[in-house]
């Protein structure tokens, strides 16, 4: 079946520890996007991606890193300069190199606990 | 500048009842594409439904519609005859064309937390 993954489904890390958080997609999307949402808000976009080798920052992207090596992969990697991780992380994923015009497609999601 | 708002923090409603959740969207664009997203307690966010600004058609798809009116600058969903498996938030979005947008970016409201109960 084809869709998007995120392992692990939940996280826990001390401060201070840098996390990865893994996104796999096989639908064969350009476009992938990481999301994080905090309780009771909306979604809010972290890096995006519209190609390989090629990212652009969201309206949230300090404390987060993230490459884009292969088409179906785009981990996002949670540093310890990032003041408030503890979340839900989304990851999606859209046609014709992320196109206005195309819905995107979401991964299950990773709660991330930073204690 | 660009902005979704869904007023509805919440709505609670016994099953059976018709429930509309609202949506007002702003943008500097002419052409752009309008969404809404489904989130069970499971987290994962489903799609459900794109509607572009030049197509004013209402939609309907089961029991669920969708009222697009450019003349308010919304977007409203209605689910008739609700159901317990219903119960989800609902996200309105927003995808603007162009030079704003490289990439496709989604513009989210803050979601409408739909309680259906039996």
């Known amino acids: 079946d084809g869709g998007i993954t995120q392992s692990p489904k939940y996280l826990f890390r001390k401060e201070g520890q840098n996390v990865t958080l893994s996104c796999e997609q096989n639908l064969n999307h350009d476009a992938m996007y990481w999301y994080r949402q905090d309780p009771g808000q909306g979604l809010r976009l972290i890096y995006y991606s519209q190609i390989v080798n090629d990212f652009q920052k969201g309206d949230i992207a300090e404390g987060y890193s993230v490459s884009r090596e292969k088409k179906e992969s785009f981990p996002l990697t949670v540093t310890s300069a990032q003041k408030n991780p503890t979340a839900f992380y989304l990851c999606?994923?859209?046609?014709?190199?992320?196109?206005?015009?195309?819905?995107?497609?979401f991964g299950p999601g990773t709660r991330l606990t930073v204690t | 500048a660009q902005k979704v708002t869904q007023a509805q923090t919440e709505i609670s409603v016994v099953e059976k009842e018709d429930v509309t959740l609202d949506c007002v969207y702003e943008t500097r664009d002419t052409t752009y594409y309008l969404f809404w997203y489904k989130q069970p307690p499971s987290g994962e966010l489903v799609f459900l439904i794109r509607?572009?600004?030049?197509?004013?058609q209402n939609e309907i798809s089961g029991r669920y519609s969708w009222n697009f009116q450019k003349s308010t600058s919304s977007f409203n969903f209605t689910i008739t005859a609700s159901q317990v498996v219903d119960s989800a938030v609902y996200f309105c979005?927003?995808?603007?064309?162009?030079?704003?947008?490289?990439?496709?970016?989604?513009?989210f409201g803050q979601g409408t937390e739909l309680s259906v109960k039996p």
């Open positions: 979005a927003l995808s603007e064309a162009g030079i704003y947008n490289q990439g496709g970016k989604l513009i």
């Open positions: 999606a994923s859209s046609g014709a190199s992320g196109s206005f015009a195309y819905e995107q497609y």
């Open positions: 509607r572009n600004s030049f197509d004013e």
